[in-house]
């Protein structure tokens, strides 16, 4: 796919109202999306799912604090935390309703687009 230009990012944000955290602009520098052929899904989510997933996601009870990017396969969200400055990613865990750190964007980027 290709990557979205700064004017579709920064239409994003003002949908949104937040701004995009650094290490989520690098991923959608390279590509709008990362789809898994094998795994069928949407690692990293199109800009325009990304705008629609958290508006849902805030909905259904994930904290405004945390910003989802994609998801595992199974509806669990990567996200970064608006307010933490690191590159830190995170899974949010609907049924416990929880953080599982994911490390570092890098670490996110061996780990899962492969």
Known sequence: MTAPGAARMAEVERTLGVSLPE??????????????????????????RLVEGNQDAWELGLPRNLLAFGD????????VDLDDSTDVVVRWNWIDLEVEPQGSVAAFRDEWLR
Not at 72 to 79: E, H, I, S
């Open 72 to 79: 595992d396969g199974t509806g669990d969200p990567f996200c």
């Open 23 to 48: 290490p989520v602009r690098a991923l959608y520098r390279v590509s709008d999306g990362w789809y898994s052929a094998a795994g069928e899904w949407f690692v990293i989510w199109p800009l325009r």
